[in-house]
């Protein structure tokens, strides 16, 4: 048995690790598991079903990554999860495979799921997520890159939040949310730009000031989300890229916008 791998550890014959990957103390890796570079697997943690790791991740204790999915609707097969690099999933957090045969939950790379957080099916998540204790993500959740979910927040299943967006602690959100807002409540509303949030990812005060106007079309002058997105197209900002992401996300809401 490789160093790396602590002699109480159950490793299943089939499950692929790179050689350099390290499991603690009564840690379990399951028969379909594979496990890229540099990846750690710590005490009592949990890697199971049909779940493929990158690079450098690292799976707290009693963390469960690739359990069952909730789904009712599973009808059996091999759905899985497929996680890029550099991912932590820190004590009890729960990560669940995707529910058709086939289908994956995906999550990209640089991500920190918090203690006690649950990523259910069919998730799709970006890069960059930092997601609070104890909060969810129902069944096919979209999260888009640098976005934050406060302490304690659930999203409804189907979902969409754009890039950097934020939800606040406790809150309940029900709708999509328009990237670079931030949504608060319960349920929850949008209260304003994450103007923080873009100052510490680099946007220029021109795309902030964009950032504003999409702010105050949508949510303060009365519009609904048809009339915001043709306002907003027929203006002089309209042609700007970061004033047509967001429109285009809106144009793609089938839930309604927070």
Request: hydrophobic residues 40%.
């Amino acid at each position: 048995m490789s160093d790396n791998i602590h002699p109480t550890a159950i490793i299943h014959p089939d499950a692929n690790l790179a050689i350099d990957v390290r499991v603690g103390a009564y840690a379990y890796v399951g028969a379909q598991v594979t496990l890229g570079a540099g990846t750690v697997v710590h005490h009592h943690a949990t890697v199971d079903g049909f779940t493929t790791m990158g690079a450098e991740n690292e799976i707290h204790p009693y963390a469960y990554v690739g359990g069952k999915t909730h789904d009712l609707k599973f009808q059996g097969g091999t759905p899985g999860i497929t996680i890029g690099d550099k991912n932590v999933f820190r004590e009890y957090v729960t990560v669940h495979t995707a529910t058709d045969d086939g289908d994956h939950t995906l999550i990209g790379s640089n991500n920190h799921f918090l203690a006690y957080s649950h990523v259910a099916h069919d998730c799709q998540i970006g890069n960059g997520l930092v997601m609070s204790a104890h909060a969810a993500l129902g069944g096919h959740v979209v999260v888009e890159d640098c976005v934050n979910v406060g302490w304690g927040a659930g999203v409804h299943q189907f979902c969409r939040i754009g890039q950097h967006a934020m939800v606040g602690a406790a809150s309940k959100l029900v709708q999509d949310l328009l990237p670079f807002m931030i949504a608060d409540g319960n349920p929850a509303m949008v209260r304003t730009l994450n103007k923080v949030g873009m100052e510490r990812n680099g946007f220029s005060h021109d795309d902030i000031e964009l950032t504003r106007l999409v702010y105050r079309t949508f949510y303060r002058q009365g519009f609904n989300k048809r009339q915001a997105c043709r306002h907003l197209k027929e203006s002089p900002e309209g042609h700007y890229p970061i004033v047509k992401e967001i429109i285009a996300f809106a144009d793609k809401s089938e839930r309604g916008l927070a």
